[in-house]
């Protein structure tokens, strides 16, 4: 009789614990749910995310603890891992982290492997050349040029494959890099004419560089940042839209700009962009 209570209140844990278990199970299937978060961030884009100590700094870094903290994670509990352009997709969808904010368009060949929250900002993509350079005034003076070619981001595909303001497809030749740094340098050292990008990639390396280099102030393109996110978590984009809409609100992403992009020349539009949806 004893032998067989315990039977039961054995049963009765072990029913307990599946069920605790399949809560927690469920729980892990949306970000909206999580204590703790892992968000993918560049590492080598100063202004925007860039390797500090044991973290990092900039722009996208801020928005991230911003948004963590508005879902309910405390900045503590967030924590950064270098994502390129080239592996964003791999880290969402293989769980490497929970969240992607790395200067990371929204765009429709990306959005069937991704779930995008946003925009959280628009930038448009410029040019950067050496600063001797006078040959390059927009899109169409490109042309023969050698330009800077990321892995995995779209900026010179944009050039390439005519996906511009303008509709203008300018044959360029293309060298491979792997990252914007790894462009910065091509072009001081004459590997590349053009690195092409985000205006606010752009300004974080001509703070650093100074006089070696120019910004043809020339934009061509809208780019929407997107907080990727893994594909279908419906509820976590949700959990990341109203957490944008608070920081326009209650003026965090402002501060958050000026700081990192008050000094380059790049105005803060006060009116949230227009939120893609999470379907
Ligand atoms: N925003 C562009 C993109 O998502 C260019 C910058 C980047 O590759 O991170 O492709």
Known sequence: MRVRNYGVALAAVAVASMTLAGCSEKK?????DKDKLIVGVKY??????????SGAEGFDVDVAKAIAKKMGVDEKNVTFKEAKSANRESFIANGTVDMVIATYSITAARKPKVTFGGPYIVTHQDIM??????????????????????????SWKNITDGTNKLSQKVQMETVPAQ??????????????????????????????????????????TDEKYGVG????????????????????????????????????????????PQAEGCS
């Open 28 to 32: 892990d299937d949306t970000i909206a």
């Open 44 to 53: 080598d884009q100063p202004g925007l995310g860039l390797k500090s100590g």
């Open 129 to 154: 050349v050496r600063a001797d350079d006078s040959s390059i005034k927009d899109l169409a003076s490109l042309k023969g040029k050698k330009l800077c070619a990321v892995s995995g981001s779209n």
């Open 179 to 220: 990252g914007y740094d790894d462009c910065i340098t091509k072009l001081k050292g004459g590997a590349v004419d053009v690195v092409s990008t985000d205006a606010t990639i752009l300004a974080g390396y001509a703070g650093r560089e100074g006089s070696s280099v120019k910004v043809v102030n020339a934009p061509f």
């Open 229 to 272: 996110i893994k594909k279908g978590d419906t509820k976590g984009c949700e959990a990341v839209n109203k957490a944008i809409a608070d920081l326009y609100k209650d003026g965090t992403m402002k501060t958050a700009w000026d700081k990192w992009f008050g000094k380059a020349n790049l105005p803060f539009d006060a009116n949230q």
